[in-house]
């Protein structure tokens, strides 16, 4: 029967810490463009209803985008302060239950 063998990745520096706090900000941006992209296309009067539908359809997947990217920089920036992998995942997995019951109501 084999026993506990330990961790199996090697633990994250601080210098990948920030860097990947960095690149969860940098998504952020990135959906938020995406967002306007669509907000755009859903009021814009030359919008085919079909494209209109489209972009509905997509800003639903943008705000869980939104939901997920904050999420994952709450995790980065405890990790970056010094917390642990397993407090910072609670707090974020606490940060997505929150949320998904605001969506509930």
């Known amino acids: ?39 755009e296309r859903l009021n814009n009067k030359n919008s085919k209803s079909q494209a209109k539908s489209a972009a509905k359809r997509a800003l639903v997947k943008v705000h869980r985008r939104i939901n997920t990217v904050k999420g994952n920089i709450l995790y980065w920036e405890l990790r970056v302060k010094g917390k642990s992998h397993f407090y910072a995942g609670l707090e974020r997995s606490e940060f997505w239950d929150k949320l998904k019951k605001e969506g509930d109501k």
């Open 1 to 39: 029967m084999a026993g506990y063998k330990g961790i199996k990745f090697p633990t994250l520096t601080e210098e990948e810490i920030k860097e990947r706090y960095k690149e969860a900000k940098e998504e952020l941006k990135e959906v938020f463009e995406w967002k306007k992209e669509e907000e």
